[in-house]
Structures are given as C-alpha cells and as structure tokens.
C-alpha cells in the first residue's frame, strides 16, 4: 500500500491558482507590449504628392473612428503661415479639412486625432501643389505641434466605452481572484 505525499496534493491545487494568475497578468498587460499599427489608412492629398491644382480639402482616414472634438488638422504653407479654415470635420472614420484656394508650393499637414480605439495618432507629411521651388520642407516629430496647439494639448475626455469596460473586467477579475485568495488561506488555516 502507498502512503500520498500531502506536498503533492497541496502543489496541485496550486497550479491551477498559478495559472489563473499567469493568464490574468497576460490579459492585463498585452496591451502595453501591442506594436502600433500606421494609424492613418489613407491621406488625400497623398503623403509627398505633387498636384497639378490645389485640393479643395485634406482628407485622413484612420483605421477606427475619430472621436468627436478629438480631432485636429493644421496645414501651413512653406514660409509657416497657416491656410486651413480651421474647421475638421468627422466622416465616418476619416477627418476632412477644408482649404481655400492655394497658390502654388509646398504645403505641410500636421494632424493629432483621438480615435475610440483609445489611441491618439499623430504626425505631419508635406504635399505640393503646382511646381514649387525648392525640395519639400523638412517634417519632423515637431511638425505636429500646431495640431496639438490647436486645442488638444492638455484636453482630457471622458474615457470611451471599451476602455470603461475593460476597466470593469479587470476590477471584477481581481476581485474575484482576491477574494479565491483570501478564501484558500481561510480553508488552508483550518484544515
């Protein structure tokens, strides 16, 4: 006849208690390791693109919809001066700034948009209309600073309902495995 070994028993109950656990880190911090995706699908004037005339508007489309007042679109000519109306509107899941007519050269779009995926994308491409003098202005990580200025530095909206649902899941799950913890122990002490 065999004796159990009681370690064994006891190492047992906690592998599934371990895997739980292991499970739950990968579920809460896939998130943080997620490699970003190009957000802007497409660009209408397209990114290093030489019109014959100008366009009537920039057009951005991202892979999910833009959240409303989250969305902010600046285009300067090459000496700095801004052209755009000012006004982005929200198509769908694209964002739409209107130009007035545009003289030849260049021209730089900075953009810096909320999406309701939580993510915020932001950059700057140049375009041309005409025959413009001169290579294109440099465009750089600064260059979507006049979007950010316009409005969107600093702003806070409530959070969408995916992440205010995601945040419950997690507060549920640990609650759930504290409570299964503070319950093992409980049983552990008196038996």
């Known amino acids: 006849m065999t004796s159990a070994d009681p370690r064994r028993g006891v190492a047992l109950r906690r592998v599934p208690a371990a ?14 390791f997620r490699v970003p995706e190009d957000p802007v699908v497409t660009a209408t004037p397209a990114r290093g693109a030489v019109l ?4 009537p508007a920039v057009e951005l489309a991202f892979g999910s919809r833009p959240r409303r007042g989250d969305a902010h679109v600046t ?3 090459a000496a700095g001066q801004r052209v755009d109306r000012g006004v982005a509107t929200i198509q769908g899941t694209g964002v739409r700034e209107t130009l007035p ?18 993510s915020e994308p932001s ?7 005409g025959r413009p003098a001169g290579p294109p202005p440099p465009v750089d990580a600064d260059a979507a600073a006049p979007a ?21 899941a997690n507060a549920v799950v640990l609650v759930v495995l504290g409570a299964r913890l503070v319950w093992w122990r409980r049983r552990r002490r008196s038996g």
Do not use: C
Not at 19 to 32: E, F, M, N, Q
Not at 52 to 55: D, T
Not at 101 to 118: K, M, N, R, S
Not at 148 to 167: F, I, S, Y
């Open 52 to 55: 014959a005339a100008a366009p």
């Open 123 to 129: 950059g700057a491409y140049a375009f041309a209309v």
């Open 75 to 77: 285009v300067t000519a």
């Open 101 to 118: 007519p545009l003289d030849e050269g260049w021209y730089v779009v900075a953009y810096h948009v909320t999406l309701t995926d939580g």
């Open 19 to 32: 895997l739980v656990l292991l499970i739950g880190a990968v579920v809460l911090l896939r998130p943080l």
């Open 148 to 168: 950010e200025a316009e409005g969107h530095a600093g702003h806070a909206g409530p959070p969408d309902p995916l992440t205010l649902a995601v945040l419950a």
